[in-house]
């Protein structure tokens, strides 16, 4: 397999995921949940990792495909020299049970399609039992889990594999479905498929029909705010930062993590675009899901939380799964979880900040949150850490670190300052934050290189330095914040497109490269908004949405040099990008002055 990441499509039911490449192969499933253990991981490894493929007989098909207006709802078409045919793949929201449904539709002619379901429990590794329920029913068991496989046409084993085929011609509907279970209970019964693509049509038009005008980028918004909504897991209010795992960050290369969990530090931004739009529902599940999953010790707060709130994402390596084209290894769990970094009580307070600010009522236990966190970060935020990128060299005083633990103070105080009766923490909080605006100001700014550097005492540069404006640290138009903005374009600019950081001049204890960080070249568009600076902010914004796929997703980065995208897919983080510059750029006052004016 030599597919691209821009290949893929994702379906899902805002609990789990799948993607589906071009022709008609879903290479990448796990069930009940996102981080739930794969059954099909061709995507990182062979078709004998397992897949579910239907797909014209005759190799020599043409395809096109696209969403179904405002949904998920994935439309492949195919044309051959004999008609053409559409696979329709969607994944209904949950009704008890996890399923996917593929509906095959003649178009034109006739078309002889061929079926390959390939089912490989735990990551590609365990092949299962398969039975023959009846005509149209087979199960795969292995140790808890079932697979139940509904189809209408003949299917039999052959070497592992269970196979058809089959043909469709114009004007009929042949519907398959594959649905999780566990395997000490009766297999499903078949849903009527129609009736279930019309359900599911239903749930996502009246999602997507809520998002208001954003001035010429209306329809990349809504695309952008669809994806946010299937990687949120919708039993708890978590947003998975991407359905994938180890889709690298440089082909061949060991930049390879697990993205199946949901990060503190997207918090106050993905907040502010279901806000921003009007979808205060998610939003206030977001912030749910935030407050119970950081609930308990600050010292233990983590970076990132599994969909639940889980703590313990133990990181470990697939030996049998050979990479997304070779790109070795593959982990699942993330050790950064175990790191200590600074940035995230900032998120936490600015999502607090950010809520009361947009219209959500106060959290009743936002006080208590602070009373607890504050004294803790009092002393914390002297230390060193492992910085928003997670590096696994050694820990330092990364400047981002410091101007968010000021973040943390400045909305504390803020919030104090307005509570009724006034919170005697206030002041106390109010000189720690001008205390660390101080330090940073010394220690973080190197007046020989007029910029802002990546952690005291380096001359290196960093991307994470465009939040200072946008966090309201200091005015966007601050001479010390132009030097920064001018040096990161010269500095960190590959073909247009923002790196994180300089890979010689930064130790991150890794080996390798990676590609240009997408929310970063969407932060320097929100910066040059601020500035003023409009028709770049719109230049560079239109490159960047000029990288999406064929039906709208982004991954985490690009490779400008190979023309292709890398690391996870769909990236959360990049569409949430999307969705807040286009509202800096489409209203007089967008998510970036909000976020400033609050720190005012």
Excluded at 28 to 42: G, I, K, T, V, Y
């Amino acid at each position: 397999m030599h597919r691209s990441i821009a290949d893929y499509a994702m379906i899902g039911d805002c609990e789990s995921a799948a993607l589906v490449s071009r022709d008609g192969s879903i290479d990448w499933l796990c069930l009940p949940r996102f981080d739930s253990r794969a059954f099909f991981a061709a995507l990182l490894g062979t078709t004998e990792n397992g897949r579910w493929r239907i797909a014209p007989s005759d190799m020599q098909f043409t395809t096109t495909r696209r969403y179904r207006d405002g949904t998920l709802i994935l439309e492949t078409t195919f044309k051959t020299a004999t008609g053409s045919a559409t696979l329709v793949d969607f994944m209904p929201p949950r009704d008890g049970v996890a399923n996917v449904q593929r509906i095959v539709v003649g178009v034109e002619g006739q078309v002889d399609f061929d079926f390959d379901l390939v089912m490989r429990f735990d990551y590609g590794r365990s092949i299962p039992w398969v039975t023959r329920i009846d005509r149209d029913t087979i199960t795969a068991v292995a140790g808890p889990e079932m697979l139940t496989m509904h189809a209408p046409v003949e299917l039999h084993g052959e070497d592992m594999h269970t196979k058809g085929r089959f043909t469709v011609a114009a004007g009929e509907r042949l519907a398959f479905s594959l649905a999780h279970q566990a395997s000490n209970q009766e297999p499903v019964r078949p849903t009527d498929a129609e009736t279930t693509l019309l359900d599911t049509e239903a749930f996502w038009t009246e999602f997507s029909s809520r998002c208001p005008e954003v001035g010429n980028w209306t329809e990349e918004v809504r695309r952008s705010l669809i994806t946010l909504k299937a990687l949120t897991y919708r039993p708890t209010g978590g947003i998975v930062a991407a359905a994938t795992t180890s889709l690298p960050e440089e082909i061949g290369g060991s930049r390879n993590w697990d993205y199946r969990y949901c990060w503190l530090r997207d918090a106050t931004l993905t907040l502010m675009a279901f806000m921003d739009l009007g979808y205060y529902e998610e939003a206030e599940a977001w912030r749910e899901w935030l407050m119970r999953s950081v609930a308990g010790d600050p010292a233990q707060m983590q970076i990132m939380y599994g969909v639940a709130g889980e703590r313990h994402l133990l990181e470990w390596e697939v030996p049998w799964l050979e990479g997304f084209r070779s790109s070795r290894p593959v982990r699942i769990g993330n050790a950064a979880s175990e790191q200590f970094q600074l940035d995230i009580y900032g998120e936490v307070a600015d999502l607090l900040a950010q809520a009361r600010a947009g219209g959500l009522a106060p959290h009743p236990r936002s006080t208590a949150l602070a009373h607890s966190v504050m004294p803790f970060l009092e002393k914390a935020w002297h230390r060193p850490d492992e910085g928003i990128w997670e590096i696994r060299g050694d820990s330092r005083h990364f400047v981002h670190s410091k101007v968010m633990t000021w973040v943390a103070f400045d909305r504390a105080a803020k919030m104090a300052a307005a509570v009724e009766g006034g919170d005697p923490h206030a002041r106390q909080w109010r000189k720690v934050a001008d205390d660390i605006h101080a330090d940073v100001c010394e220690k973080g700014y190197d007046a020989e290189l007029g910029t802002f550097v990546q952690a005291y005492g380096s001359k290196a540069l960093d991307a994470s330095l465009l939040q200072i404006p946008l966090t309201g640290f200091l005015p966007a138009d601050d001479p010390r914040v132009l030097g920064t903005v001018a040096a990161i374009e010269n500095r960190l600019l590959r073909d247009g497109l923002v790196l994180r950081y300089d890979n010689g001049d930064t130790d991150d204890g890794l080996d390798g490269e990676e590609g240009a960080f997408l929310a970063c070249s969407f932060w320097l568009a929100d910066v040059y908004a601020y500035l003023g600076r409009y028709d770049d902010a719109v230049t560079l914004y239109e490159r960047l949405c000029g990288l999406k796929n064929d039906v709208g997703l982004l991954a985490e980065e690009y490779d400008p040099v190979a023309d292709e995208m890398l690391g996870n897919f769909p990236q959360a983080f990049s569409h949430v990008g999307v969705i807040i510059t286009a509202l800096n750029l489409a209203r007089a006052k967008g998510p970036a002055f909000e976020r400033g004016e609050v720190a005012e």
